[in-house]
């Protein structure tokens, strides 16, 4: 008699930051902890070098006005990105590009094809690289295509967070037309079926975040 095969457990997606900009952590942590993804913030490259060989981490977000280009730490995550799926991959590299004095970090991440975001940037741009980082090594089932289910509520803390940092670019490029609101509805419809079928996974003491 044959058994249908339980589904795997779903992964814990714990993402590590390396931010030293006090605002900028703030802003990060309320947007990927409304994900209900773990997240450990660190300020310097000797913590986040120590959290990669301790901890299995599903993302890291490295502000690259900490990291630098000729960093051993740089080097570490530039070799880390280039390993494939196939390969054994469970963690993706977003690089964090600050505003000022980045063109130099953006060529050198253009021409090692190494995905990045600029200060300041859209809410729903940078969920949606986050998000697409994830799929990529199945650490979420499907991609975030805006910010999720509350959308209202979700654009009113957006706002409160341009009022309250520079990390994100003007609110006034946060218009959606009818046809994005109607394909962001129809994704998430998708991912709420999805999630009803998975067992809930649990996050652990929010303290150790």
């Known amino acids: ?12 997606v714990r993402i590590l930051v390396l931010d030293d900009d006090v605002q900028g952590q703030a802003a990060l942590r309320q947007i990927l902890d409304s994900e209900g993804w773990r ?10 070098m120590t959290e990669l060989k301790s901890g299995e ?5 490295a502000n690259m006005g900490v990291a630098g280009l000729n960093s051993p730490l740089f080097f ?4 880390l990105s280039g390993v494939s799926v196939e390969e054994g991959a469970r963690l993706r590299i977003l690089y964090l590009v600050p505003e000022k004095g980045g063109s130099q970090l953006v060529s050198a991440l253009e021409f090692a094809r190494l995905p990045y975001v600029i200060r300041p940037f859209h809410l729903h741009d940078f969920l949606e690289k986050v998000s697409d980082l994830l799929v990529e090594i199945k650490a979420i089932e499907a991609p975030l295509r805006q910010v999720r289910h509350e959308f209202g509520e979700i654009r009113k ?4 967070t341009v009022r309250a940092t520079s990390m994100f670019a003007p609110r006034d490029s946060f218009c959606y037309t009818e046809e994005e609101i ?8 998708e991912a709420t079926k999805a999630k009803r079928n998975r067992p809930r996974t649990n996050l652990g003491d929010p303290g150790n975040r």
């Open 57 to 61: 981490w599903s993302l890291v977000i």
């Open 1 to 12: 008699m044959s058994t249908t095969p339980s589904p795997a457990p779903a992964r814990e």
């Open 157 to 160: 803390k957006m706002r409160q």
């Open 76 to 79: 570490t995550l530039k070799e």
């Open 182 to 189: 109607a394909e962001y509805e129809r994704s998430e419809s």
């Open 39 to 48: 997240v450990r913030i660190v300020p310097d490259t000797r913590l986040l």
